[in-house]
T-cell receptor
Framework: GAGVSQSPSNKVTEKGKDVELRCDPISGHTALYWYRQRLGQGLEFLIYFQGNSAPDKSGLPSDRFSAERTGESVSTLTIQRTQQEDSAVYLC???????????FGQGTRLTVV | AQSVSQHNHHVILSEAASLELGCNYSYGGTVNLFWYVQYPGQHLQLLLKYFSGDPLVKGIKGFEAEFIKSKFSFNLRKPSVQWSDTAEYFCAVNTNAGKSTFGDGTTLTVKP
């Protein structure tokens, strides 16, 4: 596609439910990032993929969070047993080279009620 | 570990005023530096970047930034802001380890 695509764009879920967020990076981009942006705050790094390996998972806030990537394609971020503090916009970005410009998706706005 | 600090959380200016947003980073090795902008309701997008060479880089819409290695700084400037520059601005550092670290962002409000 022309840009990074994320789905769903909005998700409302009940506390305790699991959610899965999807990111389709730009074709050919080897690097993929997940960030979280809480209301009024900056970007919080979650995880970085190079291909389908994740050399840096240091930003995942707890073991309820996990992510995987298929080859150099789609990535999913899964949050198990969601909590209200998980409410945020989850942003995905991809880049052509490891140190290149990051292209962002429009984000998934997650609301846990 | 690398970190990025943006000194101003919210800046309010009148049109035609000059802008300078501060960005300092901490990392001892080679870095690539970026400024991203997020206009209301839009994606984050690249404003400008520095990889090497001339430390004064020019980006879109009249923005520029200067890399001062001795000060670990990459401040963003624009001589005369417009109402349409109202947005959130993020400074970012990327190292050869591959991970990009973003600052907390600065919200710029330009009054017409």
């Amino acid at each position: 596609g022309a840009g990074v695509s994320q789905s769903p764009s909005n998700k409302v879920t009940e506390k305790g439910k699991d959610v899965e967020l999807r990111c389709d990076p730009i074709s050919g981009h080897t690097a993929l990032y997940w960030y979280r942006q809480r209301l009024g705050q900056g970007l919080e790094f979650l995880i970085y993929f190079q291909g389908n390996s994740a050399p840096d998972k240091s930003g995942l806030p707890s073991d309820r969070f996990s992510a995987e990537r298929t080859g150099e394609s789609v990535s999913t971020l899964t949050i198990q047993r969601t909590q209200q503090e998980d409410s945020a916009v989850y942003l995905c970005a991809s880049s052509l080279a490891r140190v290149g410009e990051a292209f962002f998706g429009q984000g998934t706005r997650l609301t846990v009620v | 570990a690398q970190s990025v600090s943006q000194h101003n959380h919210h800046v309010i200016l009148s049109e035609a005023a000059s802008l300078e947003l501060g960005c300092n980073y901490s990392y001892g090795g080679t870095v690539n530096l970026f400024w991203y902008v997020q206009y209301p309701g839009q994606h984050l997008q690249l404003l400008l970047k520095y990889f090497s060479g001339d430390p004064l880089v020019k980006g879109i819409k009249g923005f520029e930034a200067e890399f001062i290695k001795s000060k670990f700084s990459f401040n963003l400037r624009k001589p005369s802001v417009q109402w349409s520059d109202t947005a959130e601005y993020f400074c970012a550092v990327n190292t050869n380890a591959g991970k990009s670290t973003f600052g907390d962002g600065t919200t710029l409000t330009v009054k017409p």
